[in-house]
């Protein structure tokens, strides 16, 4: 435990150092105002296909250049109009959508029913994001710029998921003349264009001018992947970047005393939690896994790794998400742990990895799991990666254990639930513990298809409480989400989610 206290206080402290970097001036758009922005984000996009690219940070990016039939505020998170400008609700499986008139994307066509149905259609069909869509049973043209939806059974979130980047609007004729084109040289109808793609280092989107709510405030956007949060804040300090998403806990308070910049902070829809893959031994074992959830210490990791910002999981859903039902955290208890690995034949511990992406904060977080894990015998291999290839490996199953981040976007139980435990999406889809129990599937469906909301609530209870006897996963931390400016940016609004829109952004020269 004394090593343990060590490495934490190590890692508490060790973005106190710092180095100088180089400021960026642009061009202004209009006076007194630069022309372009410059954000800094950990990862790099992973495909510009919405319905294919689905982590945060490519969404981060790629929901700037495609819309959707809906979308939600990101204050009250009411669901508002966006390509659809109106709908109705025939039925508890019937959803009439009316889309705006005029809408064009950004090759020129015009956007229609023709282009809503190809998208949900082929959204449904998408080995990544079909769980967001695959309640649909059918999208039926009534006329140019009408499109009635039909659910295969009554379903609570249709207009939430409806409003997820994932469900996005493109253009049909251009994909099916370029099946692939999507990936690298994305057109949509959003408020920005794609210009560049610099792998593992910049994007480049400008303005669309003939964007239906009007041209954004700032003609261009720059997001700069830089994978290390620490480089992230010295970019921000030195006005390399305008605006610096996912701030390293440890530099919170840096920024909120430097007099020229600004933090923003709330609570996320977001888990971080540890996935066991089932398919290989010892984690097939129920036994090893309980042992492992209780050699955790989440507290001693949220006060120390994490500087107090946050909080301990005890489920992949966070408090504010309809469906959360609290099992409690599993306790701390080491010794127990011990007495779990005997009793499931590894008394003297074993050798495994747990991998996790090139994110600064997230490897400081795996690395003080590993030495808590050392207590009880279990020797851990930390396996770093670039951010596309922790996600197709851990997709493939190779890895033991991977630490894995999930925001429930819907903020409904359905969302993580159905993507994560349900048998049918092992895989890229989201379920990389490999689970496959018909009660836990029972439940999610039993979730996902009632239009009762009581009856819901009641399915993700006992839902809950069946997982935490399975263990396939263990909850770590809910995070807050953060964000970091310089004080000339205006406009600039922080998404729960983290899917941050930059129409309305401005940066003073």
Not at 17 to 35: H, N
Not at 73 to 92: M, Y
Not at 155 to 163: F, Q
Not at 375 to 401: N, W
Request: aromatic fraction near 10%; include cysteine.
């Amino acid at each position: 435990m004394k090593k343990l206290l060590t490495l934490l206080l190590v890692l508490f402290l060790s973005a106190v150092l710092f180095a100088g970097g180089v400021s960026e001036t642009t061009g202004a758009k209009a006076p007194g105002y630069k022309d372009t922005i410059t954000v800094g984000q950990g990862a790099d996009v992973t495909s510009f296909d919405p319905h294919i690219g689905k982590e945060t940070p490519a969404v981060a990016v790629t929901n700037h250049i495609f819309d959707t039939l809906v979308d939600t505020d990101p204050v009250t998170g009411e669901v508002v109009s966006q390509i659809a400008e109106r709908w109705e609700v025939l039925s508890p499986v019937e959803y009439r959508f009316f889309i705006r008139k005029g809408i064009k994307f950004h090759n020129g066509e015009d956007l229609t029913a023709d282009d809503v149905k190809f998208s949900l259609d082929r959204a449904i069909a998408s080995g990544s994001v079909s769980y967001i869509v695959d309640f649909i049973k059918e999208v039926k043209i009534e006329d140019e710029y009408t499109v009635l939806v039909t659910t295969k059974a009554p379903y609570g979130p249709t207009l939430r998921n409806l409003a997820v980047p994932f469900a996005a609007i493109v253009p049909k004729d251009y994909v099916t003349a370029n099946p692939d084109g999507l990936k690298t040289n994305p057109i949509g109808s959003g408020p920005y264009k794609f210009v560049s793609w610099s792998q593992n280092d910049n994007v480049v989107l400008q303005s669309y001018a003939d964007y239906f709510q009007g041209a954004p405030a700032t003609e261009k956007v720059v997001f700069k992947i830089i994978p290390e949060a620490s480089q992230r804040t010295i970019a921000l300090e030195t006005g390399e970047l305008d605006v610096s998403y996912d701030i390293l806990v440890s530099d919170l308070k840096r920024i909120r005393q430097n007099k020229n910049l600004v933090l923003f902070e709330a609570p996320s829809l977001t888990c971080f939690y540890i996935s066991f893959n089932m398919r290989k031994a010892p984690f097939n074992n129920q036994l090893v896994r309980q042992a492992i959830n209780m050699a955790i210490d989440r507290q001693l990791l949220v006060d120390t790794v994490n500087s107090g910002t946050g909080s301990a999981a005890d489920e992949i859903i966070a408090p504010a998400v309809f469906g959360y039902h609290s099992t409690g955290v599993w306790p701390y208890n080491p010794e127990k742990a011990k007495q779990l690995l005997a009793q499931a034949g590894y008394p003297n511990g074993f050798e495994c990895s747990l991998w996790v992406n090139n994110n600064q904060s997230r490897v400081e977080m795996c690395q003080a799991i590993q030495e808590m894990l050392r207590e009880i015998g279990i020797k851990v291999k930390v396996e770093v990666m670039e951010f596309g290839t922790f996600i197709s490996r851990s997709t493939a199953g190779e890895h033991d254990m991977g630490y894995f981040g999930w925001v429930t976007s819907t903020k409904d139980a359905d969302y993580t639930y159905y993507s994560l435990q349900h048998s049918s999406q092992q895989g890229a889809p989201g379920n990389r513990s490999f689970i496959a129990d018909a009660e836990v599937d029972r439940l999610v469906m039993l979730g996902r298809t009632s239009a009762d909301m009581k009856v819901r609530a009641q399915a993700y209870k006992y839902l809950a409480i069946k997982l935490k006897d399975v263990a396939n996963n263990a909850p770590i931390i809910y995070t807050a989400i953060t964000a970091g400016a310089n004080k000339s940016v205006e406009g600039f609004v922080l998404d729960p989610i983290g899917y941050h829109k930059l129409e309305t952004v401005k940066v003073a020269k």
